[in-house]
């Protein structure tokens, strides 16, 4: 068979690492080994592009291309490369994008990213770099990629909004500072969801006097409650799609409810929309945004989820109403998100590939699930509850006669499993105990069946003595 630009990449990285091939060696020139090798000249080329990407080539024009003379490899990593066995290499190596992903929630399959696309994009965003993009990025964020969103969020997420109202920002934490200075710098009354996003309710709770909420039923958060107890609220972060971290959908009623109670009190809704991409029937949610017709919500997108958190890029929707008090604000406060990201993102965007990267994603995750589900099923039949959602990214294993979960979590850890324990998601004392599981990055049936084997015995016996325990008490 013939080697593909894996095999090629893999087997002159090996040869690189291994110190088989020295820094300053030349190697074949493309024309010569894809004739070698029986191999299309692109096939050559991709690999050597992402030799050159990721340091270990360089390329000197005409004289060809060399191992990075600049090179330094410790005797270390050599040494521990010479005692295993060659291994076929994916772009990411697959041993450390386990240990760093490991039933994790909340991120994608790093396995998936789109490698070869993305540094070919890359390579074409510096090439056609002029002056004027060298300086400051725009304030509000690079006009073709803000295009390329309201696009993007007319035709997928149902809202009809303008590039104007489409500001590129740099992650979650960075949307709450900005949207905390613009709507509650003055103390006003801010309300999250119970449970909630671990990391929203730090943030609020460092940043806020009090933080007030409100509870999350399986038709999502519960407005009446809101109007009975926080009426007066002049902020409220929901997660609509998906539920963090219960996965559950804010229902159609309680979504009207909630944006007319905005309406009528000039209130502001922020909807964290952060994996609503990910839906495995054919029944889409639309965002709340796309009913919003006042105006009153602020929607919070962002490529963590559906390309990588390491780019560190997502985006606001602003209302109309907002928007020259936060470019005034902004024009204090900000300089732009890093450029070049934002201009390959807008060419994979615009180019279609988004779209065609999503639709991949969706069947690799509604898997990938599938996995995680029926492992959880084989080796925990007495243990967990399952309730199975139509989208996101993670699934709740809720305990059936437990409330261990804190400890089970820690338990798990020490097995490099990096599940998280629902019951400090919540703030208050009606909790609800389990592990919420990312599946995203299992590979194969058998792989979930072996990670979850891990701590079985384990967590028979530290369930079994706590209940014990309980039963004496
Ligand atoms: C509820 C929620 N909102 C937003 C985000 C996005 O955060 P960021 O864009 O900083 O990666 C995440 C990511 O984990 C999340 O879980």
């Keep these: 068979m013939k080697p593909g630009y894996r095999a090629i990449y893999a087997q002159y990285r090996e040869s690189i690492t291994q110190g088989l091939l020295k820094p300053g060696d030349k190697v074949p020139s493309v024309r010569v080994l894809a004739s070698e090798l029986g191999v299309a000249r692109k096939t050559v080329e991709t690999a050597w592009s992402i030799l050159v990407g990721e340091g270990f080539l360089v390329s000197d024009g005409a004289r060809g291309t060399r191992v990075n003379p600049e090179l330094v490899l410790s005797p270390a990593t050599r040494k521990s490369r010479e005692k295993t066995a060659p291994r076929p290499v994916a772009v990411c190596g697959d041993a450390e994008r386990k240990q760093a992903a490991f039933l994790r929630l909340g991120i994608p399959a790093l396995d998936a990213f789109p490698g070869k696309k993305w540094l070919l994009l890359s390579a074409k965003a510096v090439r056609a770099l002029p002056p004027s993009e060298m300086l400051t990025p725009p304030l509000m964020g690079y006009a073709?990629?803000?295009?390329?969103?309201?696009?993007?969020?007319?035709?997928?997420?149902?809202?009809?909004?303008?590039?104007?109202?489409?500001?590129?920002?740099?992650?979650?934490?960075?949307?709450?500072?900005?949207?905390?200075?613009?709507?509650?710098?003055?103390?006003?009354?801010?309300?999250?969801?119970?449970?909630?996003?671990?990391?929203?309710?730090?943030?609020?709770?460092?940043?806020?006097?009090?933080?007030?909420?409100?509870?999350?039923?399986?038709?999502?958060?519960d407005v009446n409650y809101l109007l009975r107890h926080h009426?007066?609220?002049?902020?409220?972060?929901?997660?609509?799609?998906?539920?963090?971290?219960?996965?559950?959908?804010l229902s159609l009623p309680r979504r009207q409810q909630l944006l007319a109670w905005a309406t009528q009190h000039n209130r502001w809704i922020v909807e964290d929309d952060y994996d609503g991409e990910f839906h495995y029937t054919r029944k889409v949610v639309p965002a709340l945004k796309s009913l919003d017709s006042d105006d009153r919500v602020i929607y919070m997108g962002t490529f963590s989820k559906t390309m990588l958190p390491a780019l560190r890029t997502s985006y606001l929707v602003l209302p109309r109403a907002l928007l020259a008090q936060f470019r005034q604000m902004a024009e204090l406060t900000e300089s732009g998100q890093p450029l070049l990201t934002q201009k390959i993102l807008a060419a994979f965007l615009?180019?279609?590939?988004?779209?065609?990267?999503?639709?991949?994603?969706?069947?690799?995750?509604?898997?990938?699930?599938?996995?995680?589900?029926?492992?959880?099923?084989?080796?925990?039949?007495?243990?967990?509850?399952?309730?199975?959602?139509?989208?996101?990214?993670?699934?709740?294993?809720?305990?059936?006669?437990?409330?261990?979960?804190?400890?089970?979590?820690?338990?798990?850890?020490?097995?490099?499993?990096?599940?998280?324990?629902?019951?400090?998601?919540?703030?208050?004392?009606?909790?609800?105990?389990?592990?919420?599981?990312?599946?995203?990055?299992?590979?194969?049936?058998?792989?979930?069946?072996?990670?979850?084997?891990?701590?079985?015995?384990?967590?028979?016996?530290?369930?079994?003595?706590?209940?014990?325990?309980?039963?004496?008490?």
């Design 350 to 473: 615009s180019e279609g590939h988004f779209y065609k990267h999503l639709k991949r994603m969706r069947n690799l995750y509604s898997t990938r699930r599938g996995f995680v589900l029926a492992a959880l099923a084989q080796i925990y039949p007495q243990i967990f509850d399952v309730e199975v959602r139509n989208g996101g990214m993670h699934i709740i294993a809720f305990l059936r006669a437990s409330t261990q979960d804190v400890a089970l979590a820690q338990l798990w850890h020490r097995h490099q499993l990096q599940v998280s324990p629902l019951s400090e998601w919540y703030s208050g004392n009606a909790r609800r105990y389990g592990l919420i599981i990312g599946y995203t990055n299992v590979a194969s049936a058998e792989e979930a069946i072996a990670l979850l084997q891990r701590p079985a015995q384990e967590t028979q016996a530290l369930l079994t003595d706590g209940s014990r325990q309980a039963a004496e008490e």
């Design 231 to 249: 009426n007066d609220a002049h902020l409220i972060f929901v997660t609509p799609s998906h539920q963090s971290p219960l996965a559950v959908t």
């Design 144 to 221: 073709p990629l803000r295009d390329a969103i309201a696009h993007y969020l007319n035709i997928s997420r149902g809202l009809a909004c303008a590039p104007e109202q489409v500001v590129i920002t740099g992650g979650y934490q960075h949307n709450m500072r900005l949207i905390l200075t613009l709507l509650a710098g003055g103390g006003q009354k801010v309300v999250f969801e119970e449970p909630g996003y671990f990391l929203g309710q730090r943030i609020l709770q460092h940043t806020l006097q009090q933080l007030h909420r409100v509870p999350v039923d399986n038709d999502g958060l």
